[in-house]
Every structure is written in C-alpha cells, then in structure tokens.
C-alpha cells in the first residue's frame, strides 16, 4: 500500500514539477492557440463579408426572362443582361471598387446595358454582311471549353449552374465566333510604329521606378506593348464603330 501510494506521490510530484518547468512553453502554447483562433476568426469574417456581397451582386440581376432592351428587332432578356452583369462587376472588383454601393450601382447598371447594346448592334451588322459559322467552328469551341473541366459530369454541372442550356452556349459560341471574325475583318488594328512602343514603354519604365520595380529592357517586352498597343486601338475603333451603328439604329432600354 505504502509503496502504491509513494508511487502515486512521486507520479504527482513529476507532473506538478513539469507543470512548473514547462511554465513558459505552456504560455507559448496558449499564446499560439489564440493566434490560431484570431486566425479561424478572422477567416470566418472574411467569409461572412464574402458572403454579404454576394448577396449583394446577386441582387443586382434581373428577372432571366425579363426583356430589358430591343435593339432594332432583336430582344436582349434577363438572362443576357445577368451574364454581362456579372462580368462589369467582376472588373470593379478587380479595381478594387464596390460595384453594389449607390453611386456604382446606376453606373454598373449603365455600362452594362451599354455593352449589350453593343453587342447586339455588331451582330446584327455580322448578320447583315452574311458572316456564318459552320457546325464544325462550333463544336471545335465547344472541346476547347470542355477540356477546362475534367469530367463531362463537371461540365454539365457548370453549365446548369450558369444557367445555360447547351443550345444557349451553342449560340453564344457561334455569336462570339462571328464577332471574332467581323472585328478581324472590318476593324482591324493597324501597324504599331515603333514610336508608339517606345512612348507606352517609358510611361511604364517611368511607373515602375517611382514604385521601385525593377524595370526590364524595352526589347524583352516589345512583343506585349505591341499586342496591348493593338487591342487597345482596336477597342477604340470598335467603340467608333458601335456609335455610328447607334445613329441609325432603334433602341428601346427596358430598365
């Protein structure tokens, strides 16, 4: 019995003892678990806000049905306008602005509606000098977008998600196939002289060492000013383009 208690007694001495001697690491333990649960708090508040704006976002769409615009005799629905919709707002996310305070939401809803206007002014126009596009175009785009998912399950369940029917993304396919070809076409970029280069780069060069970026030699990114130098004058035609189709054209904004 002695020697059971002594036991006992010398087994609660060494935990008491290393309770004590393990004093600080337990400090740095509870130190640790607290950051670890500042942590998962904070996680879980980033998600609550994530989840608040999405809400938010969501409540900007529209009725997919709804007709919110005539262009000509061609109706954009709900369903185009939501899809657009959340392209504006992921853009003003990017620049950091919230696409559903007040002052945004009129301009969200505007530039939005702009861009389907667009849209639909260019592909009736495709329309009116005969581009078509081929069963085959289509079904080659419709691989390429199948090969982002890596079952055909997965596929299918992103496109319900969407919103989408197969018949729907085969039109959007072939519409933006159309697009791709007029644009090409009837409002091609230009040559980029190498004067506009060397401008674009030391406006970058100049960007870059007031923010301590190390700037690399005009010759290593002389392809990409190019090419950005060409989407960007493109645009800026296009934009041209969209506006004298607006002047002999019906719109009638529903929204």
Avoid: R, W
């Amino acid at each position: 019995m002695k020697k059971m208690m002594f036991t006992l007694i010398a087994g609660l001495m060494a935990v008491v003892l290393a309770a004590c001697g393990g004093n600080e690491e337990s400090k740095e333990a509870k130190n640790d678990n607290k950051a670890k649960t500042a942590e998962t708090d904070q996680q879980k508040e980033q998600q609550k806000q994530m989840e608040e704006m999405q809400k938010k976002l969501e409540a900007q769409q529209v009725d997919e049905k709804k007709t919110v615009a005539i262009v000509n005799d061609k109706k954009i629905l709900g369903s185009d306008y939501n899809s657009a919709l959340a392209s504006t707002q992921g853009q003003m996310l990017q620049m950091g602005q919230d696409p559903t305070s007040k002052d945004a939401a009129e301009q969200v809803k505007k530039q939005t509606i702009d861009s389907l206007v667009g849209q639909a002014l260019l592909l009736l126009e495709t329309d009116k000098k005969g581009y078509k596009v081929s069963k085959a175009d289509i079904n080659k785009q419709l691989d390429e977008t199948k090969k982002q998912f890596k079952t055909e399950e997965e596929f299918k369940a992103a496109l319900k998600e969407s919103g989408m029917d197969m018949k729907t993304l085969e039109t959007q396919i072939a519409d933006d196939i159309k697009l791709k070809q007029y644009i090409e076409k009837e409002v091609p970029a230009g040559e980029i002289t190498d004067e506009e280069i060397q401008k674009a780069y030391d406006q970058y060069a100049e960007q870059g060492k007031s923010t301590g970026q190390e700037v690399p030699m005009l010759e290593e990114v002389k392809p990409q000013i190019e090419q950005a130098l060409q989407q960007q004058k493109q645009q800026e035609k296009l934009v041209h383009q969209v506006e004298e189709l607006k002047k002999n054209a019906k719109i009638d904004i529903k929204i």
